[in-house]
């Protein structure tokens, strides 16, 4: 069945690596993926997937679904971009890859006793779509959920941070800054005062938290005192109990600057909070076992490896299904995720490696699992 599920990925290779390439040339952000998610299930549907496109009432998800064995595996597609670096995070392989394997299992399906589901999850670049499908019943009853995901380096075992998403606003009043100064108050003072007690707090947080953001609009004219200025900030623990300790402290900073400038404060959630990871151990397992067949070699600890810390709202599903999440390399050091330079390496000869060895190792993984005719769970 492995034989017959990487030459089924292999048959494809031509039509997944295009898959990739047209999603990196064409990056969306969160919530705003339609072309994507209109183009990510074309293949599965002329391979005879079920697509349900608007899955769950959202816009930008879909479900494609092929076979009716009783264990059911599910592959998360992502393809969100990040706002101003395109596909610098590799969404676009995720995609491809995720689709890969859904076309490996669907060729043994009917003999490994499987139900093959591709979930197109939008929005993991903060918007938190996997929880909203969660919210509204996806995955309910998977045996196994899986996904791979781009790095400068093979990392079997996710251990991402739990995170909260904040967008901040502080509304203060203009005015002249040079002939009515006093009439004014100052939005923008209250980020600066909000960073001055964010950097100082950093001094007492354990090390193992990371708080960080950016100011997007802080004014439009230097002679206007700035009556409005927003922000997105990003609060991240090892769990989600030792979040819930941290964020108040954190979001005591930004009061801070309302209360010295006297702004109005708004705290505005962009997802309800992502979650820490929960391996299924036997299946990452098996995903390892198979990675090294397909002469994959995991990275030690160290500074290269470090992308499996990442967040994701991938955790959020682990809590409730089976789940792995393993990172692929694709030969991007020195550049990591999340830079311009990252981005350049998501296609090409060692992505498009990646992409199809991702795509075997999942299918492999999935074959692992599964209920042969007439056997028991592996």
Not at 57 to 79: K, M, N, Q
Not at 231 to 242: F, P
Not at 248 to 261: C, Q, S
Not at 311 to 331: C, E, F, K, L, R
Request: with cysteine; glycine share 10%.
């Amino acid at each position: 069945m492995k034989e017959t599920a990487r030459r089924a990925v292999e048959r494809h290779a031509e039509e997944l690596t295009g898959l990739s390439e047209r999603l990196h040339a064409d990056p969306e952000t969160a919530w705003e993926e339609h072309r994507a998610a209109a183009t990510v299930p074309e293949l599965l549907d002329r391979a005879g997937f079920e697509i349900t496109p608007s899955y769950l009432r959202l816009d930008t998800a879909f479900l494609a679904r092929f076979g009716s064995g009783p264990t059911r595996i599910a592959l998360c597609a992502e393809y969100d971009a990040l706002p101003g670096l395109g596909h610098a995070c590799g969404h676009n392989l995720i995609a491809a890859s995720a689709v890969g394997a859904a076309l490996g299992l669907a060729a043994v399906a009917d003999d490994a006793g499987l139900t093959v589901e591709v979930y197109g999850t939008p929005a993991e670049e903060g918007g938190g779509g996997k929880i909203e499908m969660l919210e509204r019943g996806a995955f309910t009853g998977v045996d196994l959920a899986m996904m791979v995901h781009p790095a400068p380096v093979d990392v079997a075992e996710a251990r991402p941070f739990a995170v909260s998403h904040s967008r901040i606003s502080y509304t203060g009043r203009s005015a002249h800054a040079a002939a009515y100064p006093e009439a004014g108050v100052n939005a923008a003072d209250a980020f600066t005062v909000a960073q001055v007690a964010l950097g100082l707090l950093r001094q007492q947080l354990p090390a193992s938290t990371r708080v960080h953001g950016v100011v997007t609009h802080a004014g439009d004219a230097p002679n206007a005192i700035p009556e409005r200025a927003t922000g997105r900030w990003y609060v991240r623990a090892e769990t989600l109990a030792e979040l819930a300790e941290l964020e108040p402290r954190v979001m005591r900073a930004f009061e801070a600057g309302a209360l010295a400038t006297g702004c109005e404060l708004e705290i505005e959630p962009e997802s309800k909070p992502y979650a820490e990871f929960r391996t299924d151990e036997t299946a990452l397992g098996h995903y390892r076992a198979n990675a090294l067949a397909l002469g994959r070699e995991f990275a030690p600890p160290g500074q290269a490896a470090r992308m499996n810390r990442a967040s994701t709202d991938m955790g959020n599903v682990s809590q409730v299904v089976p789940a792995i999440h393993p990172y692929i390399g694709i030969g991007s050091l020195p550049a990591t995720n999340h830079q311009p330079e990252f981005a350049a390496f998501c296609v090409g000869g060692e992505a498009r490696r990646a992409l199809l060895d991702g795509a075997i190792a999942l299918a492999w993984t999935g074959v692992d699992r599964s209920v042969p005719r007439g056997g028991v769970a592996t």
